[in-house]
């Protein structure tokens, strides 16, 4: 068995399983999105409620149950959703959210727990010796998602503190490789200089591959114009130096500018290169190095007996 990584870096909410964690923070500024509740709130106030305050207290009470109802959907499909009111903002995101300046001195440490807790729980039900790959504690993942939060002095790339439940400003990644942290920085730089790319855009997976080939996707919320896209993304593909191309997607729609739209990764095994096929929104393994010595592993415990040790029981899953 292979342990890939230490949990130091999955950047993104679209996680199964999230669940609704609710609390009121103050914020120093406030976003420019409205509420995620497509339903106008309808609901009458009562007839001995008399008053304006009286009304208006009854209407936000029943807009923010709308919008709490909207929110736990939205919560469940893995979603970060938002209910403004006044000078605060409640937030609901997934668990899990990882630190963003990770200590690569408890590398070690956190890799050698990690092993403890494997083993105890498979316990005695996996008799084979256990090989651990230790990843590179920093600049190792090939492929991030961060959200794009629109605020008064333009888009900015953000997660969202799974503590504190604030929104947290990322001009830098440690645990990304070197051409994604580029493109991070470059990225919000051509969605500011260009309405046509900034417009509704909400979610970015930026993607790199050893050679230093890279792709940037941005995902809208609204239908994507290719008349009004495809020129500002090609302008932004070239400028950004993403050979791979700059990728829009809506629903239903992917709209490539710039590049093929793909990226290539190239392992090598036993003398013979094998490429992998990578893009935006498909899963695959994010650690290039920990995904060529997991191919060595495999390719090494199938080959036929002695040289090799026999069957082999795979349980990854991705490309």
């Known amino acids: 068995m292979g342990a890939c990584c230490v949990p130091t870096g999955v950047i993104g909410f679209r996680g199964q399983g999230a669940t609704l964690v609710a609390s009121h923070v103050a914020t120093p500024r406030q ?39 909207s929110a736990a959907r939205s919560s469940k499909r893995g979603r970060v ?38 083993k105890a729980t498979l316990k005695d039900r996996v008799r084979v010796p256990m090989d651990v790959i230790p990843s590179e504690p920093l600049r190792h993942r090939m492929k991030v998602t961060f959200a794009i939060r629109h605020y008064e002095d333009g888009p900015h790339i953000v997660v969202c503190d799974n503590i504190t439940r604030q929104w947290i400003d990322v001009e830098q990644y440690p645990c990304a490789c070197e051409p994604v942290q580029k493109l991070m920085s470059g990225l919000i730089e051509v969605l500011r200089e260009f309405p046509e790319l900034k417009r509704k855009a909400w979610l970015t997976e930026l993607l790199a591959n050893s050679a230093g080939d890279a792709l940037a996707c941005v995902m809208y919320k609204e239908p994507i114009c290719e008349e009004e896209f495809v020129p500002a993304a090609q302008v932004a593909a070239e400028r950004l130096g993403v050979s791979a191309g700059f990728v829009g997607r809506s629903k239903r729609k992917r709209v490539v ?24 929104h498909v899963f695959s393994q994010s650690n290039a190095r920990i995904c060529a010595e997991m191919l060595r592993w495999t390719a090494a415990r199938t080959r036929p007996p002695p040289a090799g040790q026999g069957d082999l029981l795979e349980l990854y899953c991705g490309t």
């Open 31 to 69: 976003p420019t999105s409205r509420c995620p509740s497509r339903r106008p709130c309808t609901r009458r106030p009562p007839a001995e409620s008399s008053g304006i305050g009286g009304a208006r207290r009854l209407a936000m009470a029943s807009a923010l149950a709308t919008c709490a109802r």
């Open 81 to 118: 959703v938002e209910v403004r009111r006044g000078s605060g903002v409640t937030l609901a995101a997934p668990p899990g959210t990882s630190l963003l300046d990770p200590d690569p001195a408890k590398y070690q440490e956190l890799l050698h727990a990690k092993v403890k807790r494997v």
């Open 257 to 280: 500018a710039g590049g093929p739209g793909i990226l290539v990764q190239k392992h090598e095994v036993d003398g013979k290169v094998y490429p992998q096929i990578h893009q935006e």
